[in-house]
């Protein structure tokens, strides 16, 4: 069952017989070729058609987060959402803007809170005062009455009645 030939040629030849059959490598690449073309003619259709379809049906789906529910809880490290702060003026626009600017304006804004207190737009009460008009508030309203201040004689010198209550604890 040997299926080689074990005899040695013996060849006048310099150079090895080519023995590709030309014909089967062409009909093979061609073949390929019309297999591309042919997936890729198909693959545009589909794409068409999909494309058409989705036109068609221009449905969002019931369960699509609405812009405010795709935000993070607050606070937020980052609070310009689409690069832009709510401000006294009304929003500002921080695109193409220095990566500072949020921050420049965030500051602007927290420092008038704090020079000049807040309110709520919704109902218009007090939100915060300043400092200096708050210390004075809590003067006025006499909230932090601190007990009268001992001098020192009546510090030193012991009570009678203090020393009464410790001799009848202590029997």
Not at 35 to 45: D, E, K
Not at 111 to 133: F, H, N, V, Y
Not at 151 to 163: C, G, L, R, V
Request: glycine share 6%; charged share 30%.
């Amino acid at each position: 069952m040997d299926v080689h030939n074990n005899k040695i040629e013996k060849s006048d030849k310099p150079y090895q017989e080519n023995v590709v059959n030309v014909r089967g490598v062409i009909i093979t690449v061609v073949g390929l070729a019309v297999v591309c073309v042919v997936s890729f003619a198909l693959m545009w259709v589909l794409q068409q058609y999909l494309d058409e379809r989705a036109v068609a049906t221009e449905q969002l789906s019931p369960m699509m987060l609405e812009t405010e529910e795709r935000l993070p809880p607050e606070p937020r490290l980052q609070s310009a959402p689409g690069f832009g702060v709510e401000g006294p003026e009304g929003r500002v626009n921080l695109e193409l803007r220095e990566p500072q600017a949020e921050y420049k304006v965030l500051i602007k804004k927290w420092e008038k809170a704090w020079k000049e207190g807040e309110k709520d737009p919704k109902t218009g009460a007090i939100i915060s005062l300043p400092i200096e008009e708050a210390k004075k508030k809590v003067l006025e309203s006499g909230e932090l009455n601190a007990a009268p201040q001992k001098s020192e004689t009546e510090a030193e010198a012991p009570k009678p009645e203090a020393e009464k209550a410790a001799a009848a604890t202590a029997n």
